[in-house]
């Protein structure tokens, strides 16, 4: 009798232990995506102003509640960033928060080359939502750098070198 009690009290321990692991295995989800669950698409949807800069280029960007259109100096985004790449990283910060097609875009951007305004762009968007709604945004924005302003700028060019660096030959006879 005392032995059937044992392998009773045997099986409901194992039992119990596997139920345990099993639901400590439901509780974990992991996956490769790096921004899985960063935005929860929840924002206030509010118009908003947000000023970017980048190298030389500005950026004075307002969003007003609508379909996703983007205007910027007047031309759609396909038009005045034909680079996909370039789209892409003015589109980032819609993307992560899970806003695309939320808010129309017009852009005001001027100086420098295409990758200086498009990063002023998405500057620029990015405090805006910022601005939108501080509380549901600041948290995700500032964690993956988009509310970070990027300093480098083109270094000044010295006197008796060609460029910022580069010396004139050197010979030795």
């Given at each position: 009798?005392?032995?059937?009690k ?52 500005v ?5 007003v ?15 005045y ?55 549901a945004?600041?948290?995700t ?16 060019k ?16």
């Open positions: 009798m005392s032995q059937d044992e392998r009773d009290i045997m099986a409901d321990n194992t039992n119990t232990a596997a139920s345990e692991v099993q639901d400590s295995q439901e509780q974990v989800a992991y996956t490769s995506e790096t921004n899985a669950g960063a935005g929860t698409g929840t924002s206030i949807i509010a118009p908003g102003y947000g000023t970017g800069r980048r190298k030389e280029s950026a004075r960007v307002r969003l509640p609508g379909t996703g259109e983007w205007t910027i100096n007047g031309r759609p985004l396909e038009k960033f034909p680079s996909k790449l370039a789209q892409r990283e003015v589109n980032s910060p819609f993307e992560l928060l899970k806003l695309q097609g939320k808010f129309d875009v017009i852009v005001r951007v001027d100086g420098g080359g295409i990758s200086g305004q498009a990063g002023a762009v998405r500057l620029g968007v990015a405090r805006a939502l910022n601005a939108i709604d501080r509380e945004n600041r948290v924005l500032k964690k993956h750098g988009f509310l970070t302003r990027d300093a480098r700028t083109v270094e000044r010295k006197a008796g070198l060609h460029k910022a660096r580069r010396a004139p030959q050197f010979s030795k006879r």
